[in-house]
């Protein structure tokens, strides 16, 4: 089955230990981002990645990191998370082309406490 | 400021009439438009799209409907069924090079009632 594939779903921490978030696609897509959603914000992008080992910020990149050294692996690090990062995260990816439209995980829960 | 706008949080409609969702944005230089769905703890889904270059788009029960001189596009779903009942996003893309990112509305709940 074509997916896209998070972990965990849920996750609490505490604030400074670091964390990451796994995300696997098994479709063989280039593009793959990361993508928050918090309340009256909607979804704002992250990161993206266009390929293997080509990573760029998106809109709000402060306080994450990612890697994309395999095609079908993106995960997101959080070197020292905050408060402020408490959110619900979806990676995405996408066979590319204009218009092409992204394929969603199910989501991370993430509570920085 | 939100650049894709979904005025109304939550609609309800009868099973069997339409469902008509409203998105306004204020970007003229977005040149695709999307629509997902989304279930409780599961990621957005796509559902249809339509280019910049175009009024209508239809796939089965849904059809999308730009009007660019309006900023506004709408999502039409007929006959409505209890399993659409979901949170629909509008999504725009502001044709930023090679990053495909969207921008997003902040969704319209769909109660469809039996």
């Known amino acids: 089955e074509a997916q896209v594939t998070q972990n965990p779903r849920y996750l609490i921490t505490v604030t400074g230990k670091k964390l990451t978030v796994t995300c696997s696609q098994n479709?063989?897509?280039?593009?793959m981002s990361w993508y928050r959603q918090d309340p009256g914000l909607g979804l704002r992008q992250i990161y993206y990645?266009?390929?293997?080992?080509?990573?760029d910020k998106g809109d709000v990149p402060e306080g994450y990191k990612v890697s994309r050294k395999e095609k079908r692996n993106f995960p997101l690090i959080l070197e020292s998370p905050s408060p402020n990062q408490t959110s619900l995260y979806f990676c995405?990816?996408?066979?590319?082309?204009?218009?092409?439209?992204?394929?969603f995980g199910n989501g991370t829960r993430l509570t920085v406490t | 400021d939100q650049q894709v706008k979904q005025n109304s949080p939550s609609l309800s409609v009868q099973e069997g009439r339409i469902s008509i969702l409203n998105c306004d944005y204020t970007?003229?230089?977005?040149?695709?438009f999307l629509w997902y769905k989304k279930y409780p703890a599961e990621g957005p889904t796509f559902l249809i799209s339509i280019s910049s270059i175009k009024d209508k788009n239809e796939d089965g029960r849904f059809t999308v409907f730009l009007n660019k001189s309006a900023k506004h596009l709408s999502l039409h779903i007929v006959p409505s069924q209890p399993g659409d009942s979901a949170v629909y996003f509008c999504a725009a893309s502001p044709n930023a090079g090679n990053n495909r990112k969207l921008i997003w509305g902040l969704g319209t709940s769909l109660a469809v009632n039996p």
């Open positions: 995405a990816s996408s066979p590319g082309g204009y218009g092409s439209p992204l394929h």
């Open positions: 990645s266009m390929n293997v080992e080509v990573t």
């Open positions: 970007n003229s230089m977005f040149d695709y």
């Open positions: 479709m063989n897509h280039e593009y």
